[in-house]
């Protein structure tokens, strides 16, 4: 296990030095684009909507569909073949080959052709097969597998792929510029082109009423490949019919800005083949419009696990992907490791999990399936609404199922009274049960933070769990945060106009026990009446290691322990964004409607609940304000959460320090990069550094580094307090009142 | 606020694509003055204008599509808030004419332009399913960044260049 585990941190530290800044700067970029260019668009949120619910209903018809596209196909005088697997599609391409005696091959760039390993069978056949995508072009000549699902050589940079074409083409003026090796690829392509018997696409859409097939592009390649060569086969995932033409309208506009960040790619080119423009033969010296030589075309549908996918009800969502990348260039992770560490046998990022388990197996999606820390900012990038960490979790859950029996399962005995099978993996565990050890080490500290953080015992949690002894651990308070509350002897008000509950999560019981206080405080400064039960873990924990069962057990306990105060009339406050993103979130799937609402529809992050409070008329004058002076200064930098961000709450935080007289600049990195317990994985710890120093670097700059640091989740603060020499603070700890106890 | 036809030319020119407004009198002319030779050229589907008379190969050969510097083809529709030109794909090489040259030399009537991709997919969509059905929904020229940096001229024209014929003012 723990060789294994160097072996990952290895391979990670190696992908980060030699491909890291490459796909930084590109993914960051096209990330970029896309804010901009969603931000143009008018209605983006109902165009999701929209796409979303063809793509539903698509995936529902989608044995009609496959029948009418067959249908309209023919009539347009094309061919359907719907291929079971991969096997299947590339022996009915080679057989066609065959037939044609085809020598040579153009393809456009498909990530379908490459699950299924198409060029490879071509070859076989005795093809010349060539990409005439140059981003396909450069893998091809390097012998690599794509590293994203737009732009697939986004791992190489212009220098190296100069010296790639020069070593291989060994051209007689040495390739430097991206003007001059653009002018090769063309020119050597071209002449492919030119040559080519058959031309194979892939189809980012195709519709059932029209059989039309949507290709987007930027290139020009796909154009050519189609118009030259008399022959054109498609090759298509079944998942791509839509049923009809006007479907196509919301893609278009969503597609190139999810994607890239353009607000149109330069073609988006519509075929119902056979197209009318006649094909060239550059041997003839006639006119080309005098050619009468007879189209051919033919479409393959690609099953190969997608009809399975399809009655999977966990699974079934990856089927509305449209394959943009927005996941990918929206994840911290991926920013730092691209699809070479992030990415199975074919799909990288986020959503290959879904899809590598659906095409080629569960544990295709092994090797990566961790790089999801379930910190959810793809969520709201992804123009289809897919809800990817989840479906991440899900095969994490199975995959742990399938675990072989452990041997060292006696070690943490005791430490896990959890729902998972016996050979569930010994780290995950271990964090998966993460609120039993919270409880112990609290009760026996503070010796249990000294133990904890001598060097035997640093080496072997890093030995037998995995933990990394560079990381910081937690410490542990005496007296939890409901004892606090117990113990204290502070009137509650009478005729309160609000009641709440503040919920004690983990960090905030046994560790960061001051928040806590500092919000109680701060909401009874406010006139809030306030309670603090002692209410299960939210679960996140064990969720974040694929322990749905265990996760869901919580969930169960939670809603038992807030259903009297809800009843009552309570709100609850969350101060971990985290576990707010449960309730709201996750919760959904764990608990039956009823319970889920309930406490979904009262349960607030605490600055949206102070927000609420200032914007409902209470006055703010008992709290901190910048002018009282407790050392923070009024200038601060505020990281937010990841997923209070992707549950849009942020604002709440900046709105509430801003009206107390904070001057407030707050980060654009997606992520902090320790996501719970990710930082801590010995496998993880360099890449959460490197994602993290994004962040560092921004808090670093001129104008921000004199401002204090405030972050709202406990792994955001973990993750700052080892990049900075600043110490941030939980940003409650500037409102709560003056003089407090 | 912009009319359609400003909108259309100002989008024109955030994706690259040069804009030249004619009259259909004057139209020949102006062609003259942004074509680059030798140009290939597909007949125009309009009765206002045509290429007939000018110095483009109508119906050219392989050769002639490979050596020319520039091609002139008709677009079907105008999209304004995109600034994308519809090309339809023709028996007698529209679509070949506007993708091999360097430079692409499209030519638009004022009266063929619709405000948004929703309006032009309603006219796409009567289109193909009559089962005429092939388009190219192009905004400026072919580009890549896959080498690197962006670069225009990929496997397409490096450059686009749009022609506006105004309606008759009657
Ligand atoms: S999951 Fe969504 S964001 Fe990711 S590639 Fe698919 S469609 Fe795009």
């Known amino acids: ?741 | 606020m912009q009319t359609q036809l400003e909108m259309f030319e100002t989008n024109l020119g955030s994706v690259r694509t040069a804009v030249t407004r004619t009259s259909p009198a004057a139209f020949q002319e102006t062609l003259a003055d942004v074509v680059d030779e030798p140009a290939i050229g597909a007949p125009l589907p309009f009765e206002e204008v045509s290429l007939e008379g000018l110095d483009i190969v109508l119906e050219p050969t392989p050769d002639q599509l490979r050596e020319a510097a520039c091609g002139v083809t008709a677009a079907a529709l105008g999209v304004a808030d995109y600034g994308t030109v519809v090309l339809e794909s023709t028996p007698d090489g529209t679509e070949l004419a506007g993708l091999f040259p360097d430079r692409h030399v499209i030519v638009v009537r004022e009266r063929d332009l619709v405000d948004d991709m929703a309006a032009a997919f309603e006219r796409l969509g009567e289109r193909f399913r009559t089962g005429d059905g092939d388009a190219v929904l192009a905004t400026g020229p072919s580009a890549t960044a896959d080498m690197g940096e962006l670069v225009y001229g990929v496997h397409g024209p490096r450059e686009t260049h749009a022609v506006i014929v105004e309606d008759d003012a009657e």
């Open chain 1, 1 to 741: 296990m723990s060789s294994e585990r160097s072996r990952k941190a290895e391979r990670i530290r190696q992908i980060m030095a030699t491909e890291g800044d490459s796909v930084e700067r590109n993914a960051r970029g096209f990330n970029e684009g896309r804010y901009e260019s969603v931000a143009r668009l008018e209605d983006y949120d109902a165009y999701k909507d929209r796409a979303r619910a063809i793509k539903a209903d698509a995936i529902e018809r989608l044995p009609e569909l496959i029948e009418r596209v067959r249908e309209t196909v023919e009539e347009n005088g094309g061919t359907v073949y719907v291929a079971e697997d991969a096997a299947d599609a590339n022996r009915y391409v080679r057989e066609l080959a065959r037939e044609r005696a085809a020598e040579t091959v153009v393809k456009s760039k498909s990530m379908t052709t490459e699950e299924i390993d198409l060029n490879e069978a071509l070859a076989a056949e005795g093809c010349d097969v060539w990409e005439t995508d140059l981003g396909e072009f450069v893998l091809q000549v390097a012998d690599e597998a794509p590293s994203h699902l737009v732009a697939p050589a986004i791992h190489q940079s212009r220098a190296e792929i100069a010296a790639l074409f020069n070593e291989y083409f060994d051209p007689d003026t040495e390739l430097e510029t991206a003007e001059e090796l653009t002018a090769f690829a063309r020119e050597y392509l071209g002449e492919r082109i030119e040559d080519a018997d058959i031309g194979v696409t892939g189809a980012n859409f195709v519709t059932a009423d029209t059989g039309t097939m949507a290709l987007v592009t930027s290139e020009g390649n796909a154009r050519k490949t189609v118009a030259v060569p008399d022959t054109h086969v498609a090759v298509a995932g079944v998942e791509k019919i839509i049923p009809t033409f006007e479907d196509l309208q919301p893609f278009v506009e969503l597609i190139a800005r999810s994607g890239t960040g353009q607000d149109i790619t330069s073609y988006v080119s519509l075929f119902s083949p056979p197209v009318s423009t006649p094909p060239v033969d550059f041997d003839d010296d006639g006119p080309i419009a005098d050619d009468s030589a007879d189209r051919e075309f033919h479409l393959v549908l690609l099953d190969n696990g997608r009809m399975d996918m399809r009655e999977d009800d966990q699974l079934r969502e990856t089927l509305y992907c449209i394959r943009c990348g927005a996941c990918s260039n929206s994840c911290a992770n991926f920013q730092s490791v691209g699809g070479h560490a992030f990415g199975g046998e074919t799909y990288s990022g986020g959503i290959a999990t879904g899809w590598e388990a659906g095409v080629h197996g569960q544990e295709s999606a092994d090797e990566f399936n961790d790089l999801c820390t379930g910190c959810s900012r793809c969520v709201n990038q992804c123009p289809v609404k897919i809800d990817i960490p989840w479906i991440n979790t899900v095969v994490r859950d199975r995959r742990n199922r399938g675990a072989e029996d452990g041997r060292l399962d006696f070690l943490v005995e005791g430490l896990t009274p959890d729902e998972e099978p016996a050979g569930m993996d010994l780290q995950k565990r271990f964090f998966g049960n993460f609120a039993t050890l919270s409880k112990l080490g609290s009760a026996t500290a503070p010796v249990s933070n000294w133990v904890a953080d001598t060097l035997p015992s640093r080496l072997a949690m890093e030995r037998v769990l995995g933990i990394d002894r560079r990381r910081d651990l937690p410490e542990f308070d005496r007296e939890t945060f409901v004892e606090w509350f117990r113990n204290r002897d502070v009137p509650r008000p009478v005729d309160a106009d609000y009641h709440a509950v503040v919920y004690p999560d983990l960090y905030t019981n046994y560790i960061r026990t001051d928040r806590g206080k500092a919000t109680v405080r701060t909401l009874e400064a406010l006139g809030v009446a306030v309670d603090v039960p002692d209410v299960a873990s939210s679960g996140r924990a064990p969720l974040s290691q694929g322990m749905i069962a265990t996760a869901e057990d919580h969930a169960r306990e939670v809603s038992a322990d807030l259903e009297p105060y809800l009843e009552a009339g309570y709100d609850v406050v969350a101060v971990e964004p985290s576990d707010l993103a449960m309730f709201r979130g996750e919760y959904e799937r764990l608990l039956d409607e009823r319970r889920y609402r309930a406490l979904a529809e009262r349960s607030y992050e605490v600055f949206e609940y102070i927000y609420g409070l200032l914007e409902n008329g209470v006055d703010p004058a008992p709290l901190g304000h910048a002018s009282d002076g407790d050392g923070a200064g009024s200038a601060l930098a505020y990281h937010s959460h990841c997923q209070q961000r992707t549950l849009e709450l942020e604002a709440y935080t900046t709105n509430v320090l801003e009206r107390l007289g904070y001057d407030v600049l707050e980060s654009d990195v997606e992520c902090c990069g320790m996501a719970g317990s990710f930082g801590y994985k010995r496998e993880y710890y360099d890449l959460s550094v490197d994602v993290g120093e994004r962040l560092g670097e921004q808090f670093e700059a001129p104008d921000t580094a004199d401002r204090t640091v405030v972050a709202s989740g406990t792994s955001c603060l973990e993750q700052l307090d080892g990049l900075l020499a600043r110490q941030p603070r939980h940003p409650i700890s500037l409102v709560e009142p003056d003089g407090s106890e």
